[in-house]
């Protein structure tokens, strides 16, 4: 396409477009920052990504003692780096896994063994990958459209609210999306420099980006299935440069054969077990999925102040944005490459919409899926914006009501921060246990927890600066496990916490409640006395503390 439009801007110098970009960068950069440090690592963060990065998952689960009396600082340990475990212990611990592949993992592990596991840490990885993503979008806009398209489209990924959200997360998925834009780049000038051969650096990048992609994620088969029709369809094409083209293909897909049977493994586990990041979905469920994760964050919020006049309002922006979307995308595609990427996209949807349904995994709707649909929508309603009309001043009311409302939910978004992955309560639960325990020493205190899965407790104890004993308790008490306590231990408090989530879930974690009244009969006995009110949190799953002090 040529870049005669001058779309929304009308910089002349390079200069100025790079200058703008940085700035904007930095913004992201410090925002994402400020909005991700304070935010506690969760379950899945600290228990998949810490746990395995360090390459201790398995001993965690083997070893940690069930019915045994430890602490805090011993459960530290198995989310903290050490000589013994390199990063091939990383990848047999990802073997052991399934469920994910080990790329992401093995850049973690490094960046663990040298800068440390503090949340700031942990989350700047995240955001620096964020920070590429925007930066690479921009250059896709650019080079499959023009310069505006691609300032618009990495405004709107700076200021997205789910960028925002899962720039900052201590998994893989800032990763996928940045290498799935960059190979959608990639393969994008590839093809517009007519460089699919081998004599071309250009491809062999190209190779690498899509088999990291894989290794980072199994669904980014998809998109390079869909990139393989793209270029396909991009031109007429030589039998040489067809052969080329398979070849190239052949290669990344020879490349995941060495983890190709525990990422069938991976899928298989998906498809028979009762994940909480499964779910049904209709077509219509799905565009509205992606409106509310894509513009509206907070929709739930305006339902419930006034319902009529949010379904109303809801259903004006999405018909609005709907027409500006279809129409700009349409007045873009006006070359063949334009054209063949679209409907690649089109394809994209639909092979992961077949996929989701006829393998029973129930995906789609899980939002960590769309580390690229979320990008590549962003830059077509970039597309859009620019191409929809030739009057400026429209364009110009366009791109200021976009981002007004990307900056509505970016800022509900930054105000709201939340726990990825859960558990939700733990933040909650150490500031209850320092209140209540603020004039005894740490070994005077004593946790009684049900944790069946025990990686639940490894967000607790990173986000910990005390020193408690602790028990494991998962199939409920009896008076036995108490009377391992040493009748002469100087235990001032004990807390028991019973973690309680809904009934489906309980059944797939097997989790049982530690009773109330066995402990307190037999603590009683030893000179406790239970506090008046236990201490309960309801988020998604309830938390609730009882607290036995000595006399």
């Not at 603590?523 to 009110?533: C, F, N, V, W």
Request: aromatic fraction near 16%; charge should be positive.
């Amino acid at each position: 396409m040529a870049d005669d439009n001058p779309g929304v801007f009308s910089f002349r110098r390079r200069r100025v477009v790079l200058f703008a970009l940085m700035v904007c960068l930095l913004i992201v950069f410090m925002v994402r920052y400020n909005y991700g440090r304070y935010i506690p690592l969760s379950g899945d963060e600290v228990g998949v990504g810490v746990l395995q990065s360090v390459g201790k998952w398995s001993l965690y689960k083997t070893t940690l003692p069930c019915n045994e009396k430890t602490d805090i600082a011993a459960i530290k340990q198995f989310i903290t780096y050490s000589d013994e475990k390199s990063a091939i212990d990383v990848i047999a611990t990802m073997r052991s896994d399934r469920l994910h592949p080990p790329l992401y993992f093995i850049i973690l592990h490094f960046v663990i063994k040298y800068f440390g596991t503090t949340v700031a840490v942990l989350r700047t990885l995240s955001i620096i990958f964020s920070i590429f993503s925007v930066i690479t979008i921009f250059y896709l806009g650019k080079v499959l459209f023009n310069e505006s398209v691609g300032l618009v489209s990495a405004f709107f990924m700076a200021l997205s609210p789910y960028c925002l959200e899962y720039s900052v997360m201590v998994r893989l998925y800032p990763l996928a999306m940045w290498l799935s834009v960059l190979s959608t780049l990639l393969v994008v000038t590839l093809v517009k420099r007519k460089a699919f051969h081998f004599r071309s650096v250009l491809l062999y990048v190209y190779i690498f980006t899509c088999v990291a992609g894989l290794y980072t994620y199994y669904s980014f088969a998809v998109l390079i299935a869909s990139q393989f029709v793209f270029v396909m369809l991009s031109e007429k094409r030589d039998l040489r440069t067809v052969i080329n083209v398979i070849l190239t293909y052949s290669v990344i897909v020879l490349l995941l054969i060495p983890w190709l049977i525990p990422m069938l493994q991976g899928v298989n586990a998906v498809q028979t077990q009762d994940y909480y990041f499964k779910g049904s979905y209709t077509i219509v469920v799905l565009l509205q999925y992606f409106f509310t994760i894509l513009f509206i964050p907070f929709r739930d919020q305006l339902s419930s102040i006034n319902p009529v006049i949010a379904a109303a309002g809801m259903i004006f922006l999405s018909l609005f944005i709907m027409i500006i979307f279809l129409l700009g995308v349409y007045k873009s595609a006006s070359s063949r490459i334009v054209i063949s990427f679209l409907f690649s996209v089109f394809l994209y949807f639909f092979i992961f919409i077949a996929s989701d349904t006829l393998m029973h995994t129930k995906v789609m709707v899980f939002d960590r899926q769309h580390y690229f649909a979320v990008p590549v929508l962003l830059l077509l309603l970039a597309s859009g914006v620019v191409y929809i009309t030739r009057k400026m001043f429209l364009k110009r009311m366009i791109l200021l009501f976009f981002t007004i409302l990307f900056l509505t939910g970016f800022i509900y978004r930054y105000l709201h921060q939340s726990v990825f992955d859960g558990p939700y309560y733990f933040h909650q639960l150490t500031q209850q246990l320092n209140l209540h325990s603020l004039n005894t020493k740490d070994d005077e205190n004593l946790i009684l927890f049900n944790a069946k899965d025990k990686r639940y407790l490894l967000p607790f104890a990173h986000n910990s600066t005390r020193n408690f004993d602790l028990m494991i308790i998962p199939d409920g008490i009896t008076g036995t496990i108490l009377e391992r306590i040493d009748k002469n231990e100087k235990y001032k408090n004990i807390f028991l916490v019973n973690i309680d989530v809904p009934e489906d879930k309980r059944k797939r974690m097997n989790m049982q409640s530690i009773s109330v009244n066995k402990v307190s009969l037999y603590l009683h006995d030893e000179g406790y006395t239970e506090s008046a009110k236990p201490y309960v949190f309801q988020y998604v799953e309830t938390l609730t503390i009882n607290k036995y002090f000595r006399h």
